[in-house]
């Protein structure tokens, strides 16, 4: 008895290294056996690999939000460097980008599965050397056609797709329990982006151009970056066979009302985010002539890049709090704040206090970077427990599945935002001469989504069937 119940325990004490994977590296950074939900293979030796794919990850996402915005800034920069564009050019050269790069990251969330998440960061990142080496070029000329400059600023679109085959590269590399904070990383690096592309650029064309306005600068400095980035995923990153591509989950996602709702609550949050980050440099260069000065012009456009910043930096928060307080809450308190901050800049305007003008913009990207943590909170949440699926009695599995790629399609749609609100500005400004009515528009918009989101997600009858969203 003695020695059986001996031979018991042994055989208990070694089951669980018996159960663990053993990793196999094989050529190519492609790695096998990949399991990040068992503990003791994440603990041995699955955390410190997903950490590095993670970091190279961010700093390729971040470069690819770098040249999805760097026409933003450029074209404020157009006129003093001899080109003759109007407005209506000015916000087609400001929102193709986005419109660009929200439809590639439909097909960007397969490539991963594809190709490989290391081998696609390699080609991801070299795309980016062409629409920075094509506005350098492009804007060297004064007399490039408005045709060419619009083909290239859409190219930098590439940019854009990159989110889409990031986040969904570095959801395979971590376990359910740490993917969100991981995830929320991810986005918030490559969200800031867009804040460093508008820092940099003004002083880069001008106050580094010794008197002139030098704008092919704008695209030459990220060249060595976007190599860095490449170089670091070809030798750092991995492939991992286990990340396999989800299309039927796709499909069936979009069957799901949820999901067009969620897109919609998104296009309100991530689209103002990126819309407004688009359009605040020529905003503050339009309703501000007396920043038109050389060197004071390139000061208050650097300000500019203070939207996009803090806009990324209190996302990771909406979705801490929206785990606090449920995600649904958040999004329209989120709703509310954008209502009554463009209402009171609106108000405001006629005073001409530049001060004033860029605080109530920052907290309106304060809002929307809550927004968006809080609304990317609620999906995996809705699909869990209200989703056809859900509520048909599906697997947890089946219903994270649906959620996953849900994520994918919201973010894709909702990055049209940043082709929306361009657009509306351009057609406020053609027909009345001013972007007010525009913006009281963009109120009756954000009303609108708050009113969606309570309806559907925070009244008290639905609150009982639903649970805390």
């Known amino acids: 008895m003695t020695v059986d119940r001996s031979t018991e325990i042994l055989t208990k004490e070694k089951a669980p290294t018996a159960l663990v994977p053993e990793l196999e590296h094989r050529p190519g950074r492609w790695i096998a056996n990949w399991d990040a939900e068992n503990k ?3 603990e041995t030796a699955g955390r410190s690999i997903a950490k590095r794919n993670l970091y190279w990850s961010i700093f390729a996402e971040f470069l690819g939000f770098v040249v999805w915005q760097l026409w933003s800034i450029v074209v404020v920069q157009l006129p003093a460097a001899g080109f003759k564009f109007d407005t209506n050019q000015i916000f087609w050269l400001i929102s193709i980008p986005s419109l660009v790069g929200a439809t590639l990251r439909i097909p960007y969330t397969f490539m991963v599965p594809r190709f490989g998440g290391r081998n696609w960061t390699i080609v991801s990142a070299l795309l980016l050397l062409i629409p920075t080496a094509g506005l350098a070029l492009c804007v060297s000329t004064p007399g490039t056609p408005f045709g060419v400059m619009l083909l290239v600023a859409g190219l930098a679109g590439f940019g854009g797709g990159n989110f889409a085959s990031s986040m969904a590269n570095i959801t395979f590399f971590y376990p359910a329990r740490e993917k969100g904070w991981a995830l929320g990383l991810n986005a918030a690096g490559g969200n800031l982006g867009a804040a460093i592309a508008q820092l940099v650029v003004p002083i880069a064309v001008t106050l580094l151009a010794a008197g002139t306005v030098n704008l092919p600068m704008a695209g030459l400095i990220w060249i060595p970056l976007i190599l860095v980035a490449a170089f670091g995923a070809w030798k750092y990153m991995n492939n991992l066979t286990s990340a396999k591509g989800d299309a039927a989950g796709s499909i ?6 949820h999901l067009w709702i969620m897109a919609f609550l998104y296009i309100g949050t991530f689209g103002s985010f ?7 440099p020529k905003l503050i260069h339009d309703y501000f002539p007396a920043f038109s000065s050389f060197h004071l012009g390139a000061v208050a456009l650097s300000l500019a890049f ?3 910043l803090v806009g990324s930096l209190t996302r990771p928060y909406g979705g801490r709090m929206a785990d606090r307080m449920g995600g649904a809450r958040m999004t329209v308190a989120a709703f509310a704040a954008m209502a009554v901050i463009t209402l009171t800049m609106i108000w405001t305007l006629p005073l001409k206090n530049f001060w004033l003008f860029l605080v109530l913009f920052l907290m309106l990207f304060t809002a929307s970077g809550f927004g968006n943590g809080a609304t990317y909170r609620m999906i995996p949440v809705i699909f869990a427990t209200s989703s056809r699926a859900a509520r048909s009695g ?4 089946n219903t994270a599945r649906l959620a996953s790629s849900s994520l994918g399609l919201i973010s894709a749609i909702g990055a049209y935002g940043g082709f929306v609100i361009p657009q509306v500005l351009n057609a406020s400004s053609t027909a009345s001469g001013s972007y007010t009515p525009a913006f009281y528009g963009f109120v009756g918009a954000y009303v609108l989504m708050l009113i969606v989101c309570w309806g559907f997600y925070l009244r008290k009858a639905d609150r009982n069937a639903m649970g805390h969203i």
């Open 306 to 308: 203070l939207g996009p």
């Open 274 to 280: 990126i819309g407004f980050s688009g359009v605040f």
């Open 40 to 42: 003791e293979q994440w």
């Open 394 to 397: 599906a697997s947890p599995a």
């Open 252 to 257: 069936a996602a979009l069957k799901e009302p």
